[in-house]
């Protein structure tokens, strides 16, 4: 398996770097450099960790911006329960949590074994799909065995990469020796998930805040930021954008400052994201742009080049959603293949008079969020792509060249 | 009660609409439609017909 690097630069941050405190040089912070950065493992009852998460209104930093403080008061405790840390990132365009595993593995694993300490239990498994990213987190789980023993015993597990393996049900069940595909039940890992047992799971930004967190406490924590979700988030950037690959950001940072001026139109929140024309007066709150009906999701943010062909963007990462079907919801499988279809039409400048019945008829239709995902994608970039659409209708081409800012990762092998 | 269907299941026979109309229809494909997952008290007798009659046992009867 191999995949495609977007840039190997280092990643950068807007104000103070957190998260990424001293490892914007793209250098690995070992334990010891770790260890002064963030000082010691420290850990919090649960009723502690709970009420600061609460304090700081910490969100999921994965799709579905879930309240951690809700999500830590639905698991018990106890030595069966479980935590997982979800490193799949199974979006191509998103690099930030295979950043954060590669470059400072020892603040994600501060995170997971508070968490853990304070569900009184010592099992914590890694889903990662990363190479380098899973290869930092041994060295990492090396250098304590040695330098600071600790109870909790951490796993590391490679995971596929398919877009659809990297929902966190789909997770459990492939750590399970399942097939890594959404289960038909709406199961809560809460209550039954790994191995069957409650489990804590999120994606790896949230361990990393939560690390924060504990070693900041919640006043300094919440002394940057939105005071809607106070603190740094991290994103992907790609395309016409200020910084390209990883940012750290305040939440409260306008998201013009990211993308400014006004070249081609802006993705939020990745493949199953929103296009939008422009960014003014939206800031990287994920409330605020929940309101506006918009979602951060893993936060990937693209605008593209004035000289590349949206429509062409789309249109391949359309297809990309399509091929990542897990193939056993027949409405979503037959749906995307069609949908895609409809889009590459629209490209050749072709009609596709079915194309909305197509997007309605993949809303709600699946096991997980994919359908709806897709349609979200598309239905936006129909919206915001109305010149181009026209362009493409009258000549067959705009004339501009598919660049590929979109990257779309290993082809999907099932 | 509601009527659900397991999308990982349902092979798209067709038959569901055919029973319980009020609630579900059939797309081109096949595909149940839900037009509204509520079952009124008075149909559940036919929700429960659908429910048995699906071969592929892709449909749950639930109460909310
Ligand atoms: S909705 Fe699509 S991607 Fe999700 S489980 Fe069903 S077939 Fe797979
Ligand atoms: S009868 Fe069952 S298998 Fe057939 S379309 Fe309805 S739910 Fe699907």
């Known amino acids: 398996m191999s995949t495609t690097p977007l840039t190997r630069s280092a990643p950068t941050a807007f104000g103070s770097a957190r998260l990424l405190a001293g490892v914007t040089h793209g250098t690995r912070a070992d334990l010891s450099t770790h260890r002064r950065l963030h000082g010691p493992q420290r850990h919090r009852t649960l009723e502690e960790l709970a009420a600061d998460a609460a304090r700081v209104q910490l969100l999921g930093r994965g799709g579905a911006a879930f309240p951690v403080a809700t999500k830590l008061?639905?698991?018990p405790p106890g030595r069966?329960?479980?935590?997982?840390?979800?490193?799949?990132?199974?979006?191509?365009?998103?690099?930030?949590?295979?950043?954060?595993?590669?470059?400072?593995?020892?603040?994600?694993?501060?995170?997971?074994?508070a968490v853990a300490r304070a569900l009184r239990t010592s099992h914590v498994t890694i889903a990662v799909h990363d190479q380098a990213a899973a290869s930092s987190l041994h060295a990492a789980l090396q250098e304590r065995a040695l330098a600071e023993p600790s109870p909790e015993l951490v796993r590391v597990e490679r995971r596929p990469a398919r877009f659809v393996a990297g929902e966190i049900r789909a997770v459990l069940r492939g750590l399970d020796g399942g097939p890594a595909v959404p289960p038909s039940r709406r199961t809560l890992p809460s209550e039954a998930g790994l191995h069957g047992a409650p489990t804590f799971a999120s994606n790896v930004e949230t361990f990393a805040q939560i690390a924060l967190l504990v070693s900041l406490g919640p006043a300094e924590y919440a002394?940057?930021?939105?005071?809607?979700?106070?603190?740094?988030?991290?994103?992907?950037?790609l395309g016409d954008t200020r910084a390209q690959g990883v940012v750290e950001v305040p939440t409260d940072l306008p998201l013009d400052a990211l993308v400014p001026g006004t070249s081609g139109p802006v993705l939020l929140g990745g493949y199953h994201g929103r296009w939008v024309e422009d960014v003014v007066g939206l800031s990287v709150?994920?409330?605020?742009?929940?309101?506006?009906?918009?979602?951060?999701?893993?936060?990937?943010?693209?605008?593209?080049?004035?000289?590349?062909?949206?429509l062409a963007e789309v249109t391949a990462v359309t297809r990309w959603l399509a091929a990542q079907s897990a193939g056993q919801c027949g409405p979503c499988l037959f749906g995307t293949a069609a949908l895609a279809r409809d889009v590459d039409d629209l490209l050749h400048g072709r009609t596709a008079p079915e194309v909305d019945a197509r997007l309605a008829g993949l809303v709600r239709r699946g096991a997980c969020a994919h359908p709806d995902g897709t349609?979200?994608?598309?239905?936006?970039?129909?919206?915001?792509?109305?010149?181009?659409?026209?362009?493409?209708?009258?000549?067959?081409?705009c004339g501009r060249p598919y660049a590929g800012v979109l990257p779309l990762g290993e082809r999907s092998v099932r | 009660m509601?009527?659900?269907?397991?999308?990982?299941?349902?092979?798209?026979?067709?038959?569901?609409g055919l029973l319980l109309p009020e609630n579900l229809a059939n797309d081109t494909d096949g595909f149940p439609v839900v037009r509204d997952p509520e079952v009124a008290p008075g149909n559940v007798h036919h929700a429960r017909r659908a429910v048995s009659a699906c071969p592929a046992l892709a449909l749950r009867l639930s109460r909310p």
């Open chain 1, 80 to 113: 069966r329960t479980q935590v997982v840390v979800n490193g799949s990132e199974s979006e191509p365009a998103s690099r930030k949590d295979r950043t954060l595993m590669t470059l400072t593995p020892h603040l994600v694993l501060d995170g997971a074994l």
């Open chain 1, 223 to 237: 002394a940057v930021g939105s005071p809607e979700e106070p603190g740094t988030t991290l994103l992907t950037l």
């Open chain 1, 285 to 310: 709150t994920r409330p605020a742009l929940r309101a506006g009906g918009l979602a951060l999701n893993a936060g990937v943010v693209a605008r593209l080049p004035r000289e590349a062909c949206a």
């Open chain 2, 2 to 16: 509601r009527i659900e269907v397991d999308w990982t299941r349902c092979d798209g026979h067709g038959l569901c």
């Open chain 1, 73 to 75: 008061a639905a698991v």
């Open chain 1, 375 to 397: 349609v979200a994608f598309v239905t936006s970039a129909l919206d915001v792509l109305t010149d181009e659409l026209a362009t493409h209708r009258r000549h067959g081409t």
